[in-house]
């Protein structure tokens, strides 16, 4: 998937000798959450615009340079690093460098999100999943042959989250109930974490337990 359709060059960077109320300016006329710095043509990073707002108007951005933060991705970085790019970076903008390190325009956020709803993982029919096993426990074979086994299909699958040595994963899978499914990770000790309709296990263990109930109190 190429990204290189989706850069912008609408808005060229500041020159960091540049008022601080220049900044300002076009922060107010944009919603960005950054705006690209450049030297002599030479791309030196982003400033955010909470930072900018904290300082003197009638200064250059040179004398913060502290502020300056130096984030970008190469034209070539595909579309998940990109997004991982924007995650570690907390913006809504992400500068394009290419192989020379010239400033060729951003990514929008938006556009690399859209990007995402575009994938199979949400575009194609089929449940949500949401498992957890030990870190050391589980693999992504493992999980691959549990859903094929029951004649479902796999279509996409990430580590949503880590904790106490537990991982969760997050699975999407299409042509089939997910109720078979969910069986055949029990019995391989991963721990259903989503809730679904076709969950059967958990409604027949509630009826059980009632019908226990009633049974010790005849």
């Not at 907390?90 to 460098?97: K, Q, T």
């Not at 575009?118 to 029919?125: D, L, M």
């Not at 096993?133 to 796999?154: H, R, T």
């Not at 078979?180 to 391989?188: A, H, S």
Request: net charge negative; aromatic share 12%.
């Amino acid at each position: 998937m190429s990204l290189q359709q989706y850069i912008i060059n609408d808005i060229k960077p500041l020159n960091i000798h540049d008022k601080v109320s220049d900044f300002k300016l076009l922060f107010n006329e944009l919603t960005y959450s950054h705006i690209p710095v450049e030297n002599d043509g030479v791309y030196l990073g982003c400033v955010s615009e909470t930072d900018v707002h904290c300082f003197d108007n009638s200064k250059e951005i040179s004398e913060f340079n502290y502020a300056i933060e130096g984030f970008f991705v190469r034209s070539f970085t595909t579309w998940l690093d990109v997004l991982e790019a924007f995650a570690q970076n907390s913006c809504n903008i992400m500068p394009v460098l290419n192989e020379q390190n010239t400033y060729l325009g951003y990514y929008e956020l938006n556009d690399i999100i859209g990007l995402f709803n575009e994938t199979p993982f949400f575009a194609e029919p089929g449940g949500i999943l949401i498992i957890e096993k030990g870190i050391n426990d589980y693999s992504f074979s493992e999980i691959s042959q549990i859903i094929e086994s029951n004649d479902a299909k796999l279509l996409g699958a990430f580590i949503s989250k880590i904790e106490s040595d537990v991982a969760q994963i997050t699975l999407k899978i299409g042509n089939a109930g997910l109720n078979d499914v969910m069986q055949t990770f029990r019995r391989y000790s991963y721990n259903i974490v989503s809730g679904h309709e076709e969950d059967t296990y958990i409604e027949n263990l509630k009826e059980r337990s009632e019908y226990l109930k009633k049974y010790l109190n005849i």
